[in-house]
């Protein structure tokens, strides 16, 4: 897998020397505290335990978590490596940054709250090995979210079979596993704004998906809040289709043509003797193509801004140290 952070660390040459596991998870962790030890202790007792590795990004979290993930590394023999993050750059960098250290065949990558059952594990693992998917992801028999939050995932789904040309009927969780020429792949990208399932689709269709178990949130509240939803979905939005550029030009056309028509019709009325009026109806009109263009042009300023954080070479993740069990963690980045 990855040789290195964003920021230029390397892996020393005592880490090359290790063999592979068969299965890395990687778990970015936030306010995880309360969940995270009961997460690893249970992925440790699994059958699969001596076959893989446990990959923990600690995402800037504001709790005690990184304290938690440095003993469950003390505690247990089963490889562990802690990413610690320099500051919170949100979950999808933080799955990048465990992507680029993981180093086996096959790379889970699951959250930190205990919704998605341990025991599912070795069986997601199992169906993508088998069948030979480059990426395997869940779905879920029951959801146990919010129902808001539900809603939002069926919009983001029905718009990513638009926008980032996904097998139909998909369903894109955070739950899934995919192989390493994937993961390769999709480390490859640079930009301060990843979306990993569209970097996925530009990789591979050759996807499969396992219906499982999803469990109520045991402890705390989802850090999933509507505002970050909403960078997530713009995300997913902008940094992987033009297809919002081009829905502004039709919708420019659109409006165009309804004016168009109006001045006909107004050209029209004046020809046969009736001059209109409606100083009211002239204000709704340019107050609707006043909007329209604004949200055009704030549109292409979302896309120029982020090629301009992009040039100017925004971090992706920046990692302040890594600890780990078996001796495969490079020096600290200097």
């Not at 902008?238 to 050209?267: D, E, K």
Request: charged share 15%; proline share 6%.
């Amino acid at each position: 897998m990855g040789t290195g952070d964003k920021t230029g660390t390397s892996v020393d040459n005592n880490t090359a020397a290790l063999p592979n596991p068969a299965l890395s998870i990687v778990i970015p962790v936030y306010n995880g505290a309360d969940t995270v030890g009961t997460l690893v202790d249970k992925l440790c007792e699994l059958d699969i335990a001596r076959e893989m590795e446990i990959i923990l990004v600690v995402d800037g979290s504001p709790d005690h978590s990184l304290q938690i993930c440095q003993a469950l590394c003390n505690k247990h023999s089963t490889p562990i490596k802690i990413i610690n993050l320099s500051r919170n750059f949100g979950e999808h960098n933080a799955v990048i940054a465990g992507f680029s250290y993981a180093r086996g065949e096959y790379i889970i990558n699951m959250d930190d709250d205990l919704q998605n059952p341990p025991e599912e594990v070795e069986n997601l693992w199992h169906y993508c090995r088998d069948n030979n998917f480059d990426v395997a992801y869940t779905r879920y028999k029951h959801k146990q979210h919010a129902s808001w939050r539900n809603l939002g995932s069926r919009l983001t789904n029905k718009l990513a079979d638009w926008l980032l040309d996904k097998p139909r009927g998909l369903y894109l969780s955070s739950f899934r596993c995919i192989n390493a020429f994937t993961a390769n792949k999709v480390v490859e990208h640079t930009g301060p704004f990843p979306y990993i399932d569209g970097l996925i689709m530009q990789v591979t269709q050759n996807i499969g998906s396992l219906a499982v178990e999803h469990l109520p949130r045991g402890n705390g509240k989802s850090n999933y809040t509507l505002p970050r939803l909403l960078r997530l979905f713009t995300s997913m939005f902008l940094n992987f289709s033009v297809v919002p550029l081009r829905a502004a030009t039709v919708s420019g056309l659109v409006i165009g043509a309804f004016g168009l028509i109006g001045i006909l019709t107004i050209f029209i009325e004046t020809l046969l003797g009736s001059t209109p009026k409606g100083w009211a109806s002239l204000m709704a009109g340019i107050l609707l193509l006043t909007g329209t263009q604004l949200i055009m042009l704030g549109l292409i300023g979302e896309y120029l801004g982020r090629m301009f954080l992009t040039i100017n070479r925004k971090p992706q993740y920046i990692v302040r140290d890594i600890t780990s069990n078996d001796g495969s963690a490079p020096p600290p980045p200097t």
